[in-house]
């Protein structure tokens, strides 16, 4: 599992893509922050692989489940280790490759390159076999120079992401492990265009289940750093050279596994890379033109990640909620999108792009208007649960070790902030696909540049006017105002590109959602207060009975109460997941 922020709008926490049951395909790659999800439309993609795309989406999707559940391990096992000072640090370098491998290949690979590929398959004699074996030879020399160039400036990236505030010790140990974890940045553009290749030949298990590799390799770094170093007073000051090369050089070490677990695939879809170096054979002229939108569209992100970390940073005392919390508290909100938001996206995708290529503009309104309802009846429940329950879960998930009490409850109030920012984001994410399939990559691009001033206006106002305990929490609101104000200026723009949304019949629909949740809530709030810990559990056992009572009486009423304002969705959602059960 990705343990960092977001690098676009399409984030998901494990770097784990699904495949729809009608061939939408997204390339898989975990380099440690979150990576850039992009969906091809069901037409430039065709699995050559024996078992079709209903059998190519149970393998990812047990995929996707096993590298969430692994990957919450690794991040939990991070914080118990290194605990939240040092793990701010080591959380903080290790957005920088993802930052920048995200600049230099992830958003045009999904959006270009994997299209193009996709194209020189169908067209060349060869099967496009000589094409991918000049891009590879190019981009992999390319993102060779480009790592070594980021290395060496590596004191000059982390002045820029760190504080002023931070003490001398805390920007040299964020400098001291970037050295060694932003050499991912080759690995990870590796591993994803490994994955690319793949994926474009019909195999989707190999990228699906490389990042598992990662995060093992991790996990085991985590199990040696605790035999060795658990013992040692470690501080941004006491931290010992030995521990620092462990936890860099396990971190590093897991990306390289990664990308060397996908090359036995690549030897059964029978490609064979050879060296060919022919930059001009390629086209980069037109690549760069298409890249053009993506590229502004992530560089907005970017900004706005860097923006985060440096405030972040500056409250990266041990005690208050900073990088390490905020980014484990941004994955539950990705979880929560991913299981839900992408199932329903993923499956939507391919009737609007074929709607909106024969000018059914009404039928592109009626399946976004039902995939905002479908998701925003499916989150609902899982909000609640995070903003009623969220000590508990903070503390389940992230207290022991070097990470205390104080620290896990420190990250439950940035979790209960989080539940206003699931329904948000899944919204806006629809709605981005929306463009997608009215091929409005320039649209979602240029929407996307207000969202992020937003976003990072927002960071700056919550730094200035709240305390250091409550910075995180701050930085969250602020990326939820953003998701509402992006689903916002998406729709209107929608409305004028394709006519009426039915945005009556989703307002009502909504409405009714938001009062089964209110109910759920103050229900599952009474529950939780006389339990117990009331709220504030001082270990896993309190907080396990309140996640048992608190989260069935959440479900049970949120359920009742929607069956009751005839909320027609939850029938769908249950038999979806009644359908994903039996598959």
């Known amino acids: 599992m990705n343990g960092g922020l977001y690098r676009s709008a399409h984030a998901t926490p494990d770097g784990v893509r699904p495949v729809a049951e009608d061939g939408v395909t ?49 991040n939990a096992l991070i914080g118990i280790t290194l605990g939240a000072g040092i793990g701010d640090a080591y959380t903080s ?28 398959r169908k067209s060349d004699p060869d099967g496009g076999l000589e094409f991918t074996r000049k891009l590879l030879t190019f981009a992999i020399v390319s993102l060779g120079i480009a790592t070594i160039l980021v290395v060496a400036a590596a004191p000059l990236i982390t002045a820029i992401q760190a504080s002023s505030d931070n003490n001398a010790a805390y920007r040299d140990l964020v400098t001291h492990f970037a050295y060694l974890i932003l050499p991912i940045i080759f690995f990870t553009g590796l591993s994803a265009l490994i994955g690319a290749v793949l994926n474009v030949r019909g195999h989707f298990a190999a990228p699906t289940w490389a990042p598992i590799l990662n995060n093992l390799v991790v996990i085991a770094t985590c199990g040696v750093f605790i035999m060795f170093f658990s ?57 760069g033109r298409l890249a053009g939108w993506m590229l502004c569209y992530v560089a907005a992100n970017q900004v706005a990640v860097f923006v985060v970390v440096r ?42 792009s074929a709607a909106a290529a024969d000018g059914r503009y009404a039928d592109v309104s009626a399946d976004l208007s039902r995939g905002i309802r479908l998701t925003a009846t499916a989150l609902a429940p899982i909000a609640v649960v995070y903003g009623v329950l969220a000590a508990p879960i903070a503390v389940m998930l992230f207290q022991g070790g070097k990470y205390t009490n104080a620290n896990a409850l420190a990250t439950g109030t940035v979790l209960a902030v989080a539940a ?46 709240l ?20 689903a916002l200026i998406s729709l209107a723009v929608l409305r004028r590109r394709i006519g009426r949304l039915n945005l009556g019949s989703v307002a009502a629909a909504l409405m009714k959602v938001l009062i089964a949740a209110a109910v759920a809530a103050a229900l599952g709030l009474l529950v939780v207060h006389f339990l117990p810990g009331a709220g504030a559990p001082s270990g896993r056992g309190e907080a396990f009975v309140q996640l048992l009572a608190g ?33």
């Open 26 to 74: 997204l390339i898989s790659v975990d380099s440690g922050v979150i990576g850039q999800e992009q969906a091809l439309p069901p037409e430039e993609l065709h699995a050559d692989g024996d078992g079709g795309t209903a059998g190519n989406s149970a393998i990812m999707a047990a995929g996707s489940l096993v590298s969430r559940l692994i990957g919450f391990v690794r």
């Open 231 to 287: 013992k040692d007073n470690l501080t941004e000051e006491t931290i010992s050279g030995g521990a620092i090369l462990l936890m860099g050089l396990g971190t590093l070490l897991g990306m390289v596994v990664q990308a060397i677990g996908l090359l036995p695939a690549l030897r059964k879809v029978g490609f064979r890379w050879k060296w060919r170096w022919d930059p001009r054979s390629l086209g980069l002229g037109e690549i």
């Open 311 to 352: 405030i972040l940073n500056r409250v990266a005392d041990g005690d208050s909620a900073s990088v390490l919390a905020f980014n484990n508290v941004f994955l539950l909100t990705m979880m929560a999108h991913g299981i839900i938001g992408v199932s329903v996206m993923t499956a939507l995708l391919p009737k609007m």
């Open 93 to 120: 370098a290790q957005f920088l490759p993802g930052q920048i491998y995200e600049l230099l290949l992830g958003g045009i690979l999904s959006s270009v390159l994997i299209p193009l590929l996709v194209r020189r």
């Open 467 to 486: 305390s250091k305990a409550h910075s995180a929490a701050g930085m969250t609101a602020g990326n939820a105002l953003s998701y509402l104000v992006s």
């Open 420 to 465: 206003f920012a699931v329904i948000p984001l899944s919204i806006s994410y629809l709605c981005t696909y929306a463009f997608y399939s009215l091929q409005g990559n320039k649209t979602a691009a240029l929407i996307n540049l207000p969202v992020v001033a937003v976003r990072i206006g927002a960071y700056l106002v919550f730094a200035a006017v």
């Open 551 to 583: 989260g069935a009486v959440i479900l049970i009423v949120y359920l009742a109460a929607a069956t009751l304002l005839r909320v027609r969705e939850v029938s769908q959602v249950m038999g979806m997941v009644r359908r994903k059960l039996g598959r």
